[in-house]
């Protein structure tokens, strides 16, 4: 272990990350006593020990992970088949796998792998822009797990799996021809999309344009989230004084809608801190890209910093009836031990690599 890597940790993006987790740990507080379950003293056992992984993750040479991307891929597509046959069914989807003292989600370690063997295929395949047959062997090895999870079904961390594949793409750079045809490809194959969702994921996509249509059912949760939201007005109603949340009008309020939450009791300067903070931990995770010491690193701490962007864009999205409902959860926000465990090894890899950048 090289010691000059403690002298360049990053304190903002410790202070991002811990910031969050310390308001994550406050609201649902408050949410669990709304609900009536201590979720947030299990919450602070899963962020001990994602603490701990994060600082193992810190310690190591994140240069070693490129030697194991396929042990890593092909165990997460293993997990992910598992959960298929065997997997433990909640709420009609079948999404966890059941180890006695915990239930673990493997789609959610699946967003951290997929950067990892991507970052290392845009380091071995060097090009100075990409076409898009460069591309089919990155895009499988996205698509396989993104079919199993749409399988469970789980159709909302699907589509993250494609968005950071389009970020990393991004980041390398794909020519402007190939940008315009898969531009056109996507247009077609729009109203083949649609004929595979399921009906409650149309409804889903049709209550989102219009949430009024059916506000005792499909727009129930959209309407009761946007209330919340704007009854915080500037300052909120106080802590765990939300009369949405604590009257049971706000479903999921530990996990989806853990914003709408935050939102009405602390109002829009609470909402403002925790917009600010999530942007402190993404520009300094862009910095960390930026300042790699090589192309791995930068596109792990890319790809890295784009799983927090999505999930934080996606979530306060649907919260706020911008986007479709599709649970996603708030990174280091939200009740969700793999959630935890996931992004605080992504902070640890982070740090990893903001460190190293004046290590050799």
Not at 4 to 9: C, I, L, S, T
Not at 126 to 139: G, K, M
Not at 304 to 331: H, K, R, S, Y
Request: glycine residues 10%.
């Amino acid at each position: 272990m090289d010691r000059r890597v403690f002298a360049h940790v990053d304190g903002w993006l410790l202070f991002a990350a811990c910031g969050l987790a310390c308001l994550g740990f406050v609201n649902l507080h408050s949410a669990s006593v709304a609900a009536g379950h201590a979720y947030h003293w299990r919450q602070l056992q899963w962020f001990c020990l994602g603490a701990g992984g994060a600082l193992a993750l810190f310690w190591m040479d994140y240069r070693l992970l490129a030697a194991y991307t396929a042990h890593l891929y092909l165990g997460t597509v293993a997990l992910l088949a598992l959960v298929l046959v065997a997997g433990k069914a909640v709420g009609g989807s079948q999404r966890w796998l059941s180890l006695g003292f915990l239930n673990f989600q493997p789609s959610e370690l699946a967003k951290l792998t997929l950067v990892v063997v991507l970052a290392s295929y845009f380091y071995n395949e060097q090009h100075e822009t990409y076409r898009i047959r460069d591309l089919w062997r990155p895009a499988l090895l996205v698509l396989v797990p993104a079919v199993l999870v749409y399988l469970e079904p789980d159709l909302g961390t699907a589509i993250l799996y494609l968005a950071i594949f389009g970020s990393m793409v991004f980041l390398a750079r794909l020519r402007a021809s190939s940008v315009l045809i898969l531009a056109g490809l996507a247009m077609v194959a729009m109203p083949l999309v649609w004929k595979l969702l399921k009906p409650y994921q149309r409804r889903r996509i049709e209550t989102f344009l219009n949430p009024e249509s059916d506000p005792l059912h499909a727009g129930y949760h959209v309407l009761q989230s946007k209330i919340a939201v704007g009854s915080g007005q500037v300052l909120g109603k106080g802590y765990m004084a939300g009369t949405q949340a604590h009257l049971n009008f706000l479903p999921e309020i530990h996990t989806d809608f853990a914003f709408s939450v935050w939102a009405e009791e602390w109002g829009f300067v609470g909402s403002l801190v925790m917009l600010v903070l999530f942007t402190l931990l993404l520009y300094r995770g862009l910095l960390a890209a930026a300042e790699a010491k090589d192309r791995f690193g930068a596109f792990l701490a890319f790809g890295i910093t784009a799983l927090f962007f999505w999930q934080f864009l996606i979530n306060v999205g649907m919260v706020l009836g911008l986007m479709p409902v599709v649970g996603i959860p708030l990174p280091l926000v939200s009740y969700g031990g793999s959630s935890v465990l996931v992004s605080l090894a992504g902070i640890g890899l982070l740090l990893n690599v903001r460190a190293r950048r004046f290590v050799f």
